[in-house]
């Protein structure tokens, strides 16, 4: 892979590709976000067939959702980071997608909760070099002014590969009984559920040759002193402008860490809970709560997305923070209301609502940390996010469930209660802790517009 030369900062927006160009790179890795998001989320649908056929407990599923993807998806992000500001983004992302589709294919051959660990673990590495791919480029393809719009329609792909993983996993389920035994030859005997996974896992492989259908962009740094020009900064460098903005990274960061751990612990377990409590089958929860989840985050996604570009280019600074903590405290009253109610269909449309409601949490809050640094510093910026936001997010919120159904309501079938407990307190709490990001969000933005301003002059 080699190192690309970058052009500086100080280059007007004229010297920013054509628009078809930004959005062909947006629509491929939005492909690769929803391929991602399928692979990783399948298992949320399959837990039933998967706890019933290894003998597991609702805290062991949740580590495999959890904990098995997430510390190798944010412990992998730092080095792909270095690797994103460093090397060719398109190869990087490449290898990226083929690790990780290789990992599911393996995933429908484990036969132990050991070997389903392993394959989880290496789908959570392989996965680790997108998003801060897909960051550094769009960054570099779109003015600050114009980066919520095509950031959100990315970071959708997240959205669409969970509603996909429930659709297609649905539909797989009547084509594989997920519980039953099927024999292949010179394969063996595989479960039903083994065989769906092997189905999804299959086609990346070929995918991921998509990534060289877009141009490598150009990266437009902040000009340095001439001595170090030429060397890529490090993360000693990133941490130092962490350093100086500290208020508004701890409240950003745990405040996105709150958000995503809430929202997961709806995603990994309605599933189960619309099983357990109301009894329906794969297919039926696959097509029902894959279509709210499609509906209601590809209606609020782009819409976010479009709304805080108008606000930011009127002069709300501050607007992709305030948008998603405002979002937040919407979806409360929507998520509570949906485990609360006795008509699953209800409780259904009512998820869709609150999603679409808080969807801005896997845009919005991006922009916010993308559009105040240097962009030889982004991929490093997103790989901080995944390790600590990924791998919190990720674990905390299947596990905390998990941890309230074994443990304090002592019954699988109160699965819903430990989701409501979570929604209840986690959205309010997100909104108050991410409104302390504000005031220091709208002095960076001031900061990063100057800082082009001197490179301009």
Known sequence: MKQEQPI??????ADYPPARVGWTAVAVLFLFTVLSVLD????????????????????????LYGLAFAI???VMGLPSGWMIDRFQRRVVIFWGVV????????TGFARTYGTLFAARAVVGAGEAVLVPGSHSIIGDLFPREKMAMPMSVSALGIKVGQGLALLIGGALTTLFVPDRLYALPLVGELMGWHLIFIVVGAPGILLAFLIFLIPEPRRRIVQRPTHIAEKPAGFAVYLRFVQRHLRFYVSHHLGILLYGMTALSVIAWTPAYLGRTH???????????????????????????YLADRFFQRGVTDIHLRYTALSALVGWPLGVAAFLVSNPYLAIVLIGLMFFAISTYGGLSIVA??????????????????????????????????????????DPARVGDAILLCVALGLPITALVL?????????MIAEARARDGAHMA
């Open 369 to 410: 940390v993308q559009a105040i640094v240097p962009s030889d510093l982004r991929g490093k910026a997103s790989s901080i996010m995944l390790l600590i936001i990924g791998m919190g997010g990720t674990i905390l919120g299947p596990l905390i469930v998990a941890l309230l159904t074994d443990y304090v309501f002592r």
């Open 99 to 106: 690790v990780w589709s290789f990992a599911t294919l393996a």
């Open 40 to 63: 990783r989320n399948l298992l949320t649908l399959l837990v039933g067939p998967i706890k019933a056929d290894l003998g597991l407990s609702d805290v062991q599923l949740s580590l």
């Open 8 to 13: 500086s900062s100080s280059a007007p927006q």
């Open 279 to 305: 009894g329906w089958p794969e297919n039926q929860i696959g097509l029902w709560l894959g279509t709210a989840l499609l509906l209601g985050t590809c209606g609020g996604m782009p819409l976010h997305g």
């Open 72 to 74: 190798f998806y944010a």
């Open 435 to 443: 409104s302390f990001s504000l005031a220091p969000n709208r002095t």
